[in-house]
């Protein structure tokens, strides 16, 4: 019923930039907070970024000052953009969603997750 769809990973130098955007769709009720998350082979998941739907922010120290996310409510869109990466910012990053369907019956909202999308930081 929701779909989350991450599009623009890919290899980069260090010192460059890319724009992680994450489309949502189904039948959806209500998003009270979206996410972006990245994990390594061998390590857990861990949060890089998140918005709450009363556009609060929070960062990972490791990103802070370099990465920026953003939604647009039109589009429902989500947006991670990175400046300055790092070849340790390499991972498989993936966008959360907390979110209410329209057939929800508890109304408490579920944590939904995209396929991820490969980023590689490297010369």
């Known amino acids: 019923q929701v779909q989350l769809v991450e599009s623009g990973g890919g290899l980069v130098q260090p010192g460059g930039s890319l724009r992680l955007s994450c489309a949502v769709s189904?039948?959806?009720?209500?998003?009270?907070?979206m996410g972006w998350y990245r994990q390594v082979p061998g390590k857990q998941r861990e949060m890089v970024a998140t918005l709450t739907s009363a556009r609060t922010t929070d960062y990972a120290d490791s990103v802070k000052g370099r990465f920026t996310i953003s939604r647009d409510s039109a589009k429902n869109t989500l947006y991670l953009q990175m400046d300055s990466l790092k070849p340790e910012d390499t991972a498989v990053y993936y966008c959360?969603?907390?979110?209410?369907?329209?057939?929800?019956?508890?109304?408490?909202?579920?944590?939904?997750w995209g396929q991820g999308t490969q980023v590689t930081v490297s010369s």
């Open positions: 189904g039948n959806i009720l209500s998003i009270s907070a």
């Open positions: 959360n969603g907390q979110i209410i369907t329209i057939a929800s019956r508890t109304m408490s909202p579920l944590d939904y």
